[in-house]
């Protein structure tokens, strides 16, 4: 892709030499001053010659007067282009057939009586190549003049961008210098002010978020004390609903927290060489009637979020999906590709992604338990360490979620 400076670079060279040909081709096409002045010139020699039925010597005499102490060269020629006389022309030597060569010509003037008159000076000087030459020689001065303004601004673009792009990738502190008093300092002005404004509303959100969550966790922890202290007489099965529901909240509340901080997170905060297969039998030990098979992989994260992403995956098996419930463990290529399978409905093709949504239920699973944000928070961890996070349809018709992770190299 071209870059923005070259862009205007080569624009502004481009007018230039366009403009030096345009103004060399008027010039020379249409006249100007300077060809007037000429013209000037020209006509008060033609009434210092000598008529034209005046002898050869006379004439010459004339035209070396007219050319001494000059640079220019003047030469008359009869109806036929034939030399008459010429100025520097030794006496005696003119009345040939040589006529001054065309490149020297600066005009050529037919006089009333046949004659012609043409003045010349040598090929090095003809100003029409020195008028070329100093409109060219303009033009690369204030090219290479340009050159360094124009970097300096599409630098500053640059920097611009690239604080825009921090600031997408989650580095609410990026920040740009406002340099100048232009257009584009007005714009690093403007992003400024809009990130402040986005890093304070950030941390406004994290802040109620925290308090909120403290806040719910406060009567969760009396109801669940209320719980323990009510007598013997209450219903064992309204026990046991109350204890789930306040579990449920608690874990809600648990990974509401965990999604905000992984936003907030450019990157992770840990990250270290983890043994994904051993990971995994940790966490299926947790759960019944799960199979785990696979061969040794190890990749680069945070043991903890890998944890909770199998543990989040393995609850979506056992809520929404039917046993057996299986665990794969493969290497692909250089990534590593964990399978956690299941023999249920599964989902619709056009849910495929949305299940990935928070709090979204699928048309199979709405009347089913589940707080709506284990899958969502899952592929957030996935991404985080540069992986992904997909579900399909194995070749044998079970239904699988399928993390993906680089290996360590």
């Known amino acids: 892709m071209t870059r923005l400076y070259l862009r205007i670079y080569l624009?502004?060279?481009?007018?230039?030499?366009?403009?030096?040909?345009?103004?060399?081709?008027?010039?020379?096409?249409?006249?100007?001053?300077?060809?007037?002045?000429?013209?000037?010139?020209?006509?008060?020699?033609?009434?210092?010659?000598?008529?034209?039925?005046?002898?050869?010597?006379?004439?010459?005499?004339?035209?070396?007067?007219?050319?001494?102490?000059?640079?220019?060269?003047?030469?008359?020629?009869?109806?036929?282009?034939?030399?008459?006389?010429?100025?520097?022309?030794?006496?005696?030597?003119?009345?040939?057939?040589?006529?001054?060569?065309?490149?020297?010509?600066?005009?050529?003037?037919?006089?009333?009586?046949?004659?012609?008159?043409?003045?010349?000076?040598?090929?090095?000087r003809h100003p029409m190549h020195v008028m070329l030459l100093?409109?060219?020689?303009?033009?690369?001065?204030?090219?290479?003049?340009?050159?360094?303004?124009?970097?300096?601004?599409?630098?500053?673009?640059?920097?611009?961008?690239?604080?825009?792009?921090?600031?997408?990738?989650?580095?609410?502190?990026?920040r740009v210098a406002v340099e100048g008093r232009d257009e584009v300092a007005r714009l690093a002005r403007s992003f400024n002010l809009a990130a402040n404004r986005i890093e304070a509303l950030v941390g406004h959100h994290k802040t109620l978020l925290a308090y909120a969550s403290h806040e719910l966790r406060t009567p969760l922890t009396r109801i669940r004390l209320g719980l323990e202290l009510i007598g013997p007489s209450t219903d064992e099965s309204r026990r046991e609903g109350l204890q789930k529901d306040i579990g449920e909240l608690d874990s809600l509340i648990d990974e509401i927290l965990l999604a905000s901080r992984l936003e907030a997170l450019p990157q992770l905060e840990v990250t270290e060489p983890v043994d994904l297969l051993a990971l995994a039998a940790e966490e299926c030990a947790r759960h019944d009637?799960?199979?785990?098979?696979?061969?040794?992989?190890?990749?680069?994260?945070?043991?903890?979020?890998?944890?909770?992403?199998?543990?989040?995956?393995?609850?979506?098996?056992?809520?929404?999906?039917?046993?057996?419930?299986?665990?794969?463990?493969?290497?692909?290529?250089?990534?590593?590709?964990?399978?956690?399978?299941d023999h249920g409905p599964g989902l619709p093709q056009d849910e495929s992604e949305r299940v990935f949504e928070p709090f979204y239920r699928s048309s199979a699973a709405r009347d089913r338990a589940g707080i709506g944000l284990g899958l969502a928070l899952a592929r957030q961890i996935a991404r985080h360490h540069h992986g992904e996070l997909s579900c399909r349809y194995e070749p044998d018709g079970a239904f699988a979620f399928v993390m993906s992770i680089p290996l360590v190299a």
């Not at 008459?84 to 057939?97: K, L, M, R, W, Y």
């Not at 040794?296 to 057996?324: C, Q, Y």
């Open 11 to 124: 624009t502004v060279v481009a007018s230039l030499v366009v403009f030096a040909g345009a103004f060399a081709w008027i010039w020379h096409s249409h006249g100007g001053p300077y060809e007037t002045m000429l013209h000037s010139q020209a006509q008060v020699i033609i009434n210092a010659l000598p008529p034209a039925q005046a002898p050869l010597a006379e004439q010459q005499q004339s035209l070396d007067r007219l050319t001494r102490g000059l640079s220019v060269h003047l030469a008359l020629l009869d109806d036929h282009r034939r030399l008459i006389a010429a100025s520097g022309v030794p006496q005696g030597t003119a009345g040939g057939h040589a006529s001054p060569d065309p490149d020297d010509t600066l005009w050529i003037l037919h006089l009333p009586d046949g004659r012609w008159l043409q003045a010349g000076l040598p090929h090095s």
């Open 134 to 174: 100093s409109l060219f020689t303009l033009a690369a001065i204030i090219g290479l003049l340009v050159l360094p303004v124009v970097r300096r601004i599409t630098a500053r673009l640059e920097r611009l961008q690239q604080a825009v792009e921090s600031l997408g990738a989650g580095d609410l502190h990026a």
């Open 289 to 341: 009637g799960v199979d785990l098979e696979g061969m040794p992989a190890t990749v680069r994260g945070d043991p903890r979020l890998l944890l909770r992403l199998m543990r989040n995956l393995l609850d979506n098996a056992r809520r929404h999906g039917l046993p057996p419930v299986q665990v794969q463990l493969r290497v692909v290529e250089s990534r590593a590709e964990l399978l956690v399978r």
